[in-house]
Structures are given as C-alpha cells and as structure tokens.
Nanobody, 117 residues
Framework: VQLQASGGGLVQPGGSLRLSCRAS????????MGWYRQAAGKQRELVAT???????NYADSMKGRFTISRDNARSTVYLRMSSLQPEDTAVYYC????????????WGQGTQVTVSS
C-alpha cells in the first residue's frame, strides 16, 4: 500500500486546516489508519487513529480540536484541525496499521503544517 498525504500549509493561529491521506488500495481493507506529527527536534507523536469500523482515538492534547474521519469510497482519511496554535507546527504523517500492530507498518511522505502570524 502507498499513502499520499496532502493539505498542509501556512495558517494563522486560531485557524483551521484539513489534511488528506489517500491510499493506493481500498482503506476498508486496512485495519486502521492514523495521523502522527513530528516537530523539529522532537520525536514523532500520535495525533489520532481510526479503525476500519470507525473507532477513533486521539492524543489528549488534540481532543476537541482535531477530528479524524475516513471516506472509503475515496480511499482517503482526513484530519480536520481547528484552533491551531504555533505548537501544532510540525510535519504531519499518515500511516496504515497492519492487523494488531501497535504502530503503522506503512507511512506516507508527510505534509508540513506551519502555524504562524
């Protein structure tokens, strides 16, 4: 499977963005999909995950601001981000989980999100 992330860019504090992650295969066949982010000089961290039966999970700091969703017909997973702050600046990666894997087994290329005035 190949993953193509897009939608990043420059946004002002308080603004919103929607990231997309398109898979080369039907995402209904993928156990779970997730978004991670990596800020400069920091480790990659989990943002949110969504399973094939639409169960979602969020990192505590993203709850209420970020929403993960999926469109099986488009083989695409989305991350809607709102109330963005400078500390949300990072490269955002999407990943696909194999069955029962705790981390993604396949990664997309990443998309840069910069929150700045």
């Amino acid at each position: 499977v190949q993953l193509q992330a897009s939608g990043g860019g420059l946004v002002q504090p308080g603004g919103s963005l929607r990231l997309s992650c398109r898979a080369s295969v039907s995402i209904s066949t993928i156990y779970a999909m997730g978004w991670y982010r990596q800020a400069a000089g920091k480790q990659r961290e989990l943002v949110a995950t969504i399973t094939s039966d639409d169960s979602t999970n969020y990192a505590d700091s993203m709850k209420g601001r970020f929403t993960i969703s999926r469109d099986n017909a488009r083989s695409t997973v989305y991350l809607r981000m709102s109330s963005l702050q400078p500390e949300d600046t990072a490269v955002y990666y999407c990943g696909a989980y194999g069955y029962a894997s705790k981390t993604p087994t396949t990664w997309g290329q990443g998309t840069q999100v910069t929150v700045s005035s």
